[in-house]
């Protein structure tokens, strides 16, 4: 095989990210593929630029920010977001099969009134698998406070795979799965 056969298209790159604010650079040269089905992780000291790099993937940089670089997600590319404090991006007072069925409704609108329910049903049941989270029928009776901080991680990462993101920014890796 040529090696063009072998390459492999990345559904994110960033190359040469520098983020300056007054003047001081709080990113500079960050080089990175994202190749799809991979995980991709930035390491490094409290304060080095994590969560800056892996906002500009959502376009999203500090107020003031001078940026010089290129950040490319493929047209289409979907690019969801898990904070490392998920709470603070639920409704605490709907149940999480609420917070997830707006979702999934919007995913199958177009099929007849009769299919949506269970398609519906079909596509919550396997964002939260997709997102490891165990027991589902009991998780989706709960609020939110409910929730340890793992299980509300995957709770926000089932959102994004429910909207149909390709990438995923985890600004804190998922905790272990809790059963």
């Known amino acids: 095989m040529t090696q063009e056969l072998n390459r492999v298209d990345p559904v994110a790159q960033i190359a040469n990210l520098r983020v300056e604010i007054d003047g001081r650079a709080i990113v500079d040269g960050v080089n ?3 190749l799809p089905g991979r ?11 994590k969560t800056t790099t892996g906002l500009a993937l959502l376009g999203e940089y500090p107020s003031g920010a001078r940026v010089t670089g290129d950040v490319r997600v493929p047209e289409g590319g979907l690019v969801g977001y898990v904070p490392q404090h998920p709470a603070a991006v639920l409704n605490p007072a709907r149940r999480v099969c609420a917070l997830l069925n707006d979702i999934a409704r919007t995913q199958v ?7 949506r329910r269970a398609a519906t049903r079909e596509l919550l049941l396997r964002a939260l698998a997709d997102a490891q989270l165990p027991d589902a029928e009991a998780l989706l009776r709960r609020f939110p406070h409910q929730l340890s901080g ?6 926000v990462l089932a959102q994004a795979l429910l909207l ?6 985890a600004d804190e890796p998922p905790r272990a799965r809790t059963h």
Not at 39 to 49: D, K, N, P, R
Not at 150 to 155: D, E, H, I, L
Request: hydrophobic share 40%.
């Open 32 to 34: 990175l593929r994202v």
């Open 39 to 49: 995980v991709t992780a930035l390491v490094g000291a409290s304060g080095s630029g």
């Open 109 to 115: 609108r177009h099929l007849p009134r009769r299919e």
């Open 150 to 155: 793992g299980q509300q991680q995957r709770v």
């Open 164 to 169: 149909g993101a390709r990438v995923i920014v």
